[in-house]
């Protein structure tokens, strides 16, 4: 079964350092996604891309954030200057279409910010 | 996207079958009703998709009455490795790009 991909599982950064969160989205797919899970909260929805640009993007998707997808396999998320408050579960997600229910998910990479 | 209410948690035991429901009241003509299921630091995923009526495929079943204003994902014969949390989603398959989960039901079944 076709998965996403997502590196790395877990890293650790200071904060004010730039981390960059990579995906392998699934290779058919057109719609990719970025989510975050903070320790014990619900999944929220960061940002969506397609055909190479922003579609949508949430309140949490200030100017410290950023995503690219600079070759035709990875999709990558970018936290300029990193929080205390960044440190989650960031979920990467593609999907086929823009329907409800098509997405499937990365197992995540869990951020800490110290 | 229809605002949905779920129970906060559930305990359940091994071989019993598990029915959650999710009110959906505000649903529109146009929204399905999708249920997720999430382990442990793991990301979502899909278990079932309905409109009305039933749909059952390998993992679980989906009832939803003929107002649609409610639904229930049943799980038969839950085993401990169904632990998890399940979210109940409504929107419209054909637009919007992203998927808002809410607080979910957490599942605990016990040996």
């Known amino acids: 079964e076709p998965e996403v991909t997502q590196t790395p599982s877990h890293q650790v950064t200071q904060m004010g350092q730039e981390v960059i969160l990579r995906c392998v989205p699934i290779s058919n797919h057109l719609y990719f996604y970025w989510y975050r899970q903070i320790l014990g909260q619900k999944v929220e929805f960061l940002v969506s891309?397609?055909?190479?640009?922003?579609?949508?993007k949430s309140e949490i998707f200030d100017d410290q954030f950023s995503v690219e997808r600079p070759d035709g396999s990875n999709f990558t998320l970018k936290i300029r200057s990193t929080k205390l408050e960044d440190s989650a579960m960031y979920f990467c997600?593609?999907?086929?279409?823009?329907?409800?229910?098509?997405?499937?998910f990365g197992s995540g990479t869990r951020l800490t910010v110290v | 996207l229809a605002k949905t209410t779920q129970p906060i948690s559930m305990d359940s035991y091994e071989g019993q079958e598990v029915n959650i429901t999710c009110s959906h009241n505000?649903?529109?003509?146009?929204?399905?009703i999708t249920w997720y299921q999430q382990f442990p630091s793991q990301g979502p995923r899909f278990i079932i998709q309905g409109y009305k009526t039933k749909v059952t495929n390998e993992v679980a079943s989906l009832f939803i009455p003929a107002d649609r204003k409610s639904s229930t994902l049943s799980l038969p014969r839950v085993s401990l490795s169904d632990t998890a949390v399940y979210y109940c989603l409504v929107g419209d398959t054909t637009g919007g790009f992203k998927t808002i989960f809410g607080a979910g039901t957490r599942l605990f079944v016990k040996a």
């Open positions: 891309f397609y055909n190479n640009e922003i579609s949508e």
């Open positions: 505000n649903i529109a003509t146009n929204d399905y």
């Open positions: 997600a593609s999907s086929p279409g823009g329907q409800i229910g098509s997405h499937t």
